[in-house]
């Protein structure tokens, strides 16, 4: 037989250690999912600082929850979108490759259609750049539309055939004599050529989409430095190649074969010949070799001074005709200087110095392509931290909905399944109590 008294007993202690165990585990989940969201807003402060911030004004009055502003960034982030502006750069690209101009303000009806196809894709062309400048902004942010350098050739371009187009319509209207004399097939008007021959940079919008076109171009800009150097090494070595070449040839490459007491020359197309030593001699009975000639391509291949010396060495460096230049100093001096002072100047200077400009663009290209790499290898992590950071959060959203799921209305922790039990228990504990004492 049980005392009722100690079960009460029990039961409170029971009762009161269960309430300290559901108060314990609240506070640990508290506190749990407390320091989960600290840490969560700890990983989006460090994500945030390392992603591309968004203007938070775009034309002084366009914010980022703005519609408009949210419709133009979802239009140009869309990759249909860009792959729509590149069909019209290349079909822009044709058209103005099929148009053929004429002289004296002349036209046909194609040129006439293709100019009417013009405005199509200039139209395209602002709108496209008016949907970027809402999305982004115009220049006083760092990432605004302005501030990219192909996004700003872009621009040009675009401000360039709009001010043709207007002012060829201003001159439409005022001008009476364009609208009398206006040649069939030609938009009348103002000459405008100078500015229509904008349009031939419109290919190069095609960089602006196209990132490995990006990455050409950028190392080709990023190696004038270097290449500067290297102009400036390749000079060196024509200034000292003139210069010996002016103590050795100077005034040798001005005689040739003539007749006898006549200024006719013997061959068609005259060469040097060498009036004593081991050079070329005048075979002809009827000859003789003496100077007065001007020398070989009208006399410009020479080294009579030091620029005309220069002019020689720059022509063998590039390795164009120098076999003809050294057959002729051959011919005027003999075999013995010309082919070493000349093979050493293109093996030096051909093969090693001017291979360098080669070798400097294709270590600036491999830099490109690392950073390029890089920074696409950057954006996938940033995407899949990003969906982990939402995956988080939407985790964390279901612990604290759990965690506000067990206060009630007034705060107080509501009862679990045990207690609920136990509660359930006491109130039929008469019956078990009625049948101990029976």
Request: aromatic share 10%; net charge negative; hydrophobic share 40%.
């Amino acid at each position: 037989m049980k005392d009722p008294e100690w079960d009460e007993e029990l039961d409170g202690e029971e009762g009161t250690m269960r309430m300290t165990r559901t108060d314990t585990l609240h506070s640990t989940t508290s506190s749990t999912g407390t320091q989960r969201r600290r840490g969560q807003h700890h990983k989006k402060q460090v994500q945030g600082s390392n992603q591309v911030q968004r203007a938070p004004r775009a034309l002084y009055c366009l914010k980022l929850n703005n519609p408009i502003r949210r419709a133009a960034l979802s239009i140009v982030e869309w990759k249909p979108f860009d792959i729509f502006i590149l069909l019209a750069i290349f079909a822009n690209c044709v058209a103005l490759g099929v148009s053929k101009p004429f002289p004296e303000d002349d036209s046909n009806s194609t040129n006439h259609d293709l100019e009417q196809v013009e405005y199509i894709f200039l139209v395209i062309f602002t709108i496209e750049t008016f949907l970027k400048i809402l999305a982004y902004g115009l220049v006083m942010h760092p990432s605004s539309y302005i501030r990219n350098g192909w996004n700003l050739l872009d621009f040009v371009i675009v401000i360039v055939g709009l001010f043709s187009v207007v002012l060829e319509t201003m001159t439409h209207k005022s001008g009476e004599v364009a609208t009398t004399h206006h040649v069939p097939g030609k938009p009348g008007g103002l000459d405008v050529k100078a500015l229509r021959a904008f349009r031939v940079l419109r290919p190069l919008r095609l960089v602006s989409g196209v990132p490995s076109l990006q990455i050409v171009l950028n190392s080709i800009m990023k190696a004038m430095v270097p290449l500067l150097h290297i102009a400036l090494l390749v000079l060196f070595v024509i200034i000292i190649y003139a210069i010996i070449g002016l103590e050795l040839f100077i005034g040798r490459m001005h005689k040739t074969c003539y007749y006898k007491e006549s200024n006719t020359y013997v061959e068609d197309d005259p060469v040097p010949c060498a009036f004593l030593g081991h050079g070329r001699q005048c075979n002809n009975n009827a000859s003789e070799c003496r100077g007065r000639w001007d020398g070989p391509n009208g006399g410009i291949t020479n080294f009579d001074n030091f620029f005309f010396a220069m002019l020689t060495v720059f022509q063998c460096i590039t390795m164009e005709g120098w076999t003809d230049v050294l057959y002729w100093m051959n011919d005027a001096i003999g075999f013995e200087l010309p082919w070493v002072y000349f093979v050493s100047l293109v093996v030096f200077g051909s093969f090693f110095v001017l291979n360098l400009v080669l070798g400097v663009l294709s270590g600036e290209f491999s830099k490109e392509r690392e950073k390029a790499k890089a920074r696409g290898d950057f954006q996938k992590l940033r995407e899949r931290q990003q969906m982990e950071e939402d995956l988080c959060g939407y985790m964390d959203w279901i612990t604290q909905a759990e965690d506000m799921d067990e206060l009630d209305e007034d705060g107080n922790p509501r009862p679990s399944l045990g207690d609920l039990s136990d509660k359930k228990r006491g109130k039929f504990g008469w019956f078990s109590h009625s049948s101990d004492t029976h």
